[in-house]
Nanobody, 115 residues
Framework: QVQLVESGGGSVQAGGSLRLSCAASGFTFRSAIMGWYRQAPGKSLDLVARISTGGSTSYADSVKGRFTISRDNAKNTVFLQMNSLKPEDTAVYLC?????????WGQGTQVTVSS
């Protein structure tokens, strides 16, 4: 079965850093496009960053220059390094895997940034 298990969320003060991890299993990880999404209270679920099977990355304008998505195909894991965090980054962050036959979501992990 496909599983996406997230870790690394927590609470930090503005300007701090967090590194999220998403451990994948149950599919051919290297063939999947991976992404991080987030949903703040009362707001929609938005794309934060994506990384292709070849390592090409894209970012939402709001996080560009502060966040970095990466993947380790040998470990079946995708990461989101978050630096210079702002209170508006507070949200539930979700890992997503896109395969030719469909997509799967992680459970979500809370990130809270205080001022």
């Amino acid at each position: 079965q496909v599983q996406l298990v997230e870790s690394g969320g927590g609470s930090v003060q503005a300007g701090g850093s967090l590194r999220l991890s998403c451990a994948a299993s149950g599919f051919t990880f290297r063939s999947a496009i991976m992404g991080w999404y987030r949903q703040a209270p009362g707001k929609s679920l938005d794309l934060v960053a994506r990384i292709s099977t070849g390592g090409s990355t894209s970012y939402a304008d709001s996080v560009k220059g502060r966040f970095t998505i990466s993947r380790d195909n040998a470990k079946n894991t995708v990461f989101l390094q978050m630096n210079s965090l702002k209170p508006e980054d507070t949200a539930v962050y979700l890992c997503r895997a896109e395969m030719p036959y469909g997509a799967y979501w992680g459970q979500g992990t809370q990130v809270t940034v205080s001022s």
